[in-house]
T-cell receptor, first 112, second 113 residues
């Protein structure tokens, strides 16, 4: 069974901390994505990557960066966490638009 | 502007009743269309997808959806809802040769006993 694994289900961090959210997929997918999910706003794209070391900004990249050093791993970095980054973060991967995305279980991040 | 609209934020149906969740999109061309389901505390799971051919598509868990080009709609249906269908449902659209998928705001489904 194909899988996207997010390393943490719940995280609590302090304002100003550097936060790493990790995502690993075992499907050899080229494309990987980071979304944040907030009530009433649906999913908003933060960054995506279509190849190793490649990245593209999504709709809300401010305050975030990403890293993709290996095909299977896509990391989301909050350089200096702020309370307005408290959210559910979802990682997804895909081998192409027509196939849809496979999502991880999400990381619920609370910044205090 | 390109958009995906799910007009219903929350729907409540009785177990055994039929269900229809609405989705409208605004894009220049016919996009790829998807429905996802999210159980509480979980990621999203693909229910079904459409990108060409028969406009009525079947998915997992007994769901189906119908693409209507004239109405720019892709509504999700199920003839008889089960208590385990209580979840949040997201409509999504993607464009050919574009790695970006757009999601609606979601519809939360409550199932009454």
């Amino acid at each position: 069974d194909v899988k996207v694994t997010q390393s943490s289900r719940y995280l609590v961090k302090r304002t100003g901390e550097k936060v790493f959210l990790e995502c690993v997929q075992d499907m050899d997918h080229e494309n990987m994505f980071w979304y944040r999910q907030d009530p009433g706003l649906g999913l908003r794209l933060i960054y995506f990557s279509y190849d190793v070391k490649m990245k593209e900004k999504g709709d809300i990249p401010e305050g975030y960066s990403v890293s993709r050093e290996k095909k299977e791993r896509f990391s989301l970095i909050l350089e200096s966490a702020s309370t307005n980054q408290t959210s559910m973060y979802l990682c997804a991967s895909s081998s192409g638009q027509s196939y849809g995305y496979t999502f991880g279980s999400g990381t619920r991040l609370t910044v205090v | 502007a390109q958009s995906v609209t799910q007009p219903d934020i929350h729907i409540t149906v009785s177990e055994g009743a039929s269900l229809e969740l609405r989705c409208n999109y605004s894009y220049g061309a016919t996009p790829y269309l998807f429905w996802y389901v999210q159980s509480p505390g979980q990621g999203l799971q693909l229910l079904l997808k459409y990108f060409s051919g028969d406009t009525l598509v079947q998915g997992i868990k007994g769901f189906e959806a119908e693409f209507k080009r004239s109405q720019s709609s892709f509504n999700l249906r199920k003839p008889s809802v089960h208590w385990s269908d209580a979840a949040e449902y997201f409509c999504a659209v993607g464009l050919y040769n574009n790695n970006d998928m757009r999601f609606g705001a979601g519809t939360r489904l409550t199932v009454k006993p």
